[in-house]
């Protein structure tokens, strides 16, 4: 089907409304998404009329609710093109997922100098987790740099892998520069387990499991258009067969007794407690919702976005632009001489314009580039090319203002 850019709009009930007297130009996609009608109204119809707590009831409400909540791990299957619909856990998001591989897989398997190998481009969530285990258990973090132009090829990263190295943990897209990285081609060179932070990558590009060869694949539903709370990690069935538990409470245990219990297969064994019902239903929308609209059509007018958006701050060569690979997404990280990027974001939301400003959970990255914070544009599938104009508009007044 085709892209109707006007349509996919007016599925956004947010954009139509404005900030400071002008339309609201919402370039802040990176942090989160708006959310279409469709997820809005999933939510609605959830609480309204079809809720009950999940798994445990024999009552019509429960039931209802579990096959709505169920259902939603058969649909993150197909997003991703998973090979087993019973590999997708349910989490709160990313970060609760790459804890979950963190404790359950890593913890029980490495030892002092094992090694992590993380790229400079991650995201605190996809660097914290592992910190842990250096700290209690002396694993090494070795990290992997960019190319001055924010690239990060697979064959650096697999120069990297060294004897003890014991797994790999990758951004799949960076937050701040738009990033690229070719996990495909990491995991075809390497018999290291892969987790790909697919945070970014999956809002922005077909993800197809079956094809990347990764051992575990994280998503996070409030980027994906869908509710905050809501997210999924996909662990391949032979890596869940080396975890043990993370969390343990209800749902996750098959008998328990005074002396012992025994834990439910996965993905339940993993779940722990009253899930998120109503926040995976959302997402189960939103996935839904993008793959109505097909992930090669999204990318597609993103690509037209990245592509326009980067010719016109280049030739803003007072601006300064953090990373331009030439396999990026729509994301724009920006510094300007004598503004702070907090300036920047601020005189830009004065024009209606929502950026984010700061280090992006991504410190490692700034003191690569030698900043503390900078201004970041964050472009998604409802964002257009006037948008574009109206952020090079601002930037230039900004400009103005700081002579």
């Known amino acids: 089907m085709s892209f109707d850019i006007d349509k996919v709009r007016a599925d956004f009930p947010i954009l139509s409304r404005q900030v400071n007297n002008r339309p609201l130009v919402y370039l802040d996609s990176g942090a989160s998404a708006q959310k279409p009608r469709q997820v809005i109204g999933a939510i609605t119809r959830a609480y309204e009329g079809e809720y009950a707590n999940v798994h445990r009831g024999l009552h019509y409400l429960s039931n209802l609710a579990t096959d709505h909540y169920e259902r939603v791990r058969g649909i993150i299957a197909r997003f991703l093109n998973a090979p087993h619909e019973d590999e997708v856990i349910f989490t709160s998001g990313s970060t609760e997922g790459i804890n979950l591989v963190s404790y359950g897989w890593a913890a029980p398997r490495l030892q002092a100098g094992d090694e992590i190998l993380l790229s400079v481009l991650e995201h605190h969530a996809n660097i914290v987790p592992w910190n842990f285990l250096r700290e209690r258990q002396g694993v090494v973090l070795k990290w992997v740099e960019p190319e001055p132009d924010g690239s990060l090829p697979a064959e650096k990263v697999l120069a990297a892998v060294g004897p003890r190295t014991k797994l790999i943990a990758l951004t799949q897209m960076s937050n701040v520069t738009g990033t690229i990285i070719d996990v495909a ?51 391949r069935r032979d890596r869940q067969a080396e975890m043990r538990p993370f969390i343990g409470g209800g749902d996750m245990i098959r008998t328990v007794s005074r002396d012992g219990v025994t834990y439910a297969d996965p993905p339940l064994k993993f779940e722990a407690g009253t899930p998120g019902i109503v926040n995976q239903i959302g997402l189960g929308a939103a996935l839904e919702y993008l793959m109505g609209l097909g992930m090669e059509n999204v990318a597609a007018h993103e690509r037209k976005l990245r592509d326009y958006a980067r010719d016109r701050l280049r030739s803003l060569n007072w601006l300064q632009v953090q990373g331009d690979a030439p396999d990026k997404g729509a994301i724009f990280s920006m510094t300007m001489q004598g503004a702070h990027p907090h300036d920047m974001s601020t005189i830009l939301d004065k024009r209606g314009i929502a950026v984010r400003a700061g280090s992006h959970c991504a410190m490692p990255l700034m003191d690569f580039y030698g900043i503390t914070a900078s201004a970041r544009a964050s472009f998604a599938m409802y964002n257009t090319i006037e948008e574009v104009d109206a952020l090079v508009e601002g930037l230039t007044f900004c400009r103005e203002l700081f002579g």
């Not at 018999?191 to 994280?218: I, K, N, R, T």
């Open 185 to 235: 081609a990491v995991a075809r060179g390497t018999d290291v387990p892969v987790l790909v932070d697919g945070s970014q990558g999956a809002v922005h590009m077909p993800v197809d499991l079956a094809e990347l060869g990764v051992d575990f694949y994280c998503i996070t539903g409030h980027k994906l258009y869908g509710p905050s709370g809501s997210g999924a990690i996909w662990i």
